[in-house]
């Protein structure tokens, strides 16, 4: 949870989409996939992400990386960090992952929508 906590400096998160890079370690793949499963239901129920579910996808590759996107709604991204249920879930997870590749065992960067040609 400190790499999530002092990694993630952002302000105004109304409406910003977040892509979740998750490094698991191989051991642990249905133990977090357990996690995964009731992590956007877990922000929706308590209102901090948007009604659009998350998109899950599965790295094609030996070692499993998991990708998920949702969008916050405004507050969301601040009320989870310190909500215990979000917190429940965010915990045990960190011990699942690992770093690899020179790359940290999950991030989290936030995007805007834009759109093109209109």
């Given at each position: 949870?400190?790499y999530?906590?002092?990694?993630?400096?952002?302000?105004?998160?109304?409406?910003?989409?977040?892509?979740?890079?998750?490094?698991?370690?191989?051991?642990?793949e249905?133990?977090?996939?357990?996690?995964?499963?009731?992590?956007?239901?877990?922000?929706?129920e308590?209102?901090?992400?948007?009604?659009?579910?998350?998109?899950?996808?599965?790295?094609?590759?030996?070692?499993?990386?998991?990708?998920?996107i949702?969008?916050w709604?405004?507050?969301?991204?601040?009320?989870?960090?310190?909500?215990?249920?979000?917190?429940?879930?965010?915990?045990?997870?960190?011990?699942?992952?690992?770093?690899?590749?020179?790359?940290?065992?999950?991030?989290?960067?936030?995007?805007?929508?834009?759109?093109?040609?209109?």
């Amino acid at each position: 949870m400190n790499y999530l906590g002092s990694s993630l400096i952002i302000s105004l998160m109304a409406n910003q989409t977040v892509v979740c890079t998750y490094r698991v370690r191989a051991d642990a793949e249905p133990d977090f996939l357990e996690l995964l499963d009731r992590h956007w239901r877990t922000l929706h129920e308590l209102g901090f992400v948007t009604d659009e579910p998350s998109l899950v996808l599965r790295e094609l590759a030996d070692q499993p990386t998991y990708v998920e996107i949702f969008t916050w709604v405004e507050g969301g991204f601040e009320q989870a960090h310190e909500h215990p249920a979000v917190l429940a879930i965010w915990e045990p997870m960190e011990p699942l992952l690992e770093d690899r590749d020179g790359l940290p065992k999950w991030d989290f960067p936030h995007y805007e929508r834009i759109a093109l040609g209109t």
